[in-house]
């Protein structure tokens, strides 16, 4: 048996649902864009596959993360990368959180497509350094600036 894929985790503010009426345009634009998110099983990540990409980069010395990491994501199929590169993100800011920028801006350096994504879940997960990262994964992809 295969496992479950990884469902996307951008959901939209609890704030922001009580201002929209559910047979809106807008609503129906809303889920429109979160059924967008969602990977197709082809497509996504299975959570051992994500552990094993974590293992696999927690066992790296420091300086070697951002280089394998993006080898990792530019070796990857193109409908993986995406996929691949926020697996990356999210397992450097679990292990070494010290380190996502410079990940950040080795993914989007080798594979500038990821760029929106990687940097939407880089800052999700560490929100403190949103503006930096920012300015570096910008700075790496500038045609996604």
Partial sequence: MGEAPLKCERVLPISARKNIAMNSPLAASLVAALLWCLPSSSQALTRSQEEDLARTLSGLPTPELPFHAARVVTNASADQREDLALAAIRATSASRPGSVAAVLV????????????????????????????????????????
């Fill in 106 to 145: 080795s993914i989007v350096g080798a594979a500038p497509g990821t760029a929106p994504a990687a940097t939407a879940e880089a800052v999700r997960l560490l929100p403190a350094d949103g503006p930096e990262l920012i300015q570096a994964a910008t700075t790496a992809a500038p045609e996604f600036a």
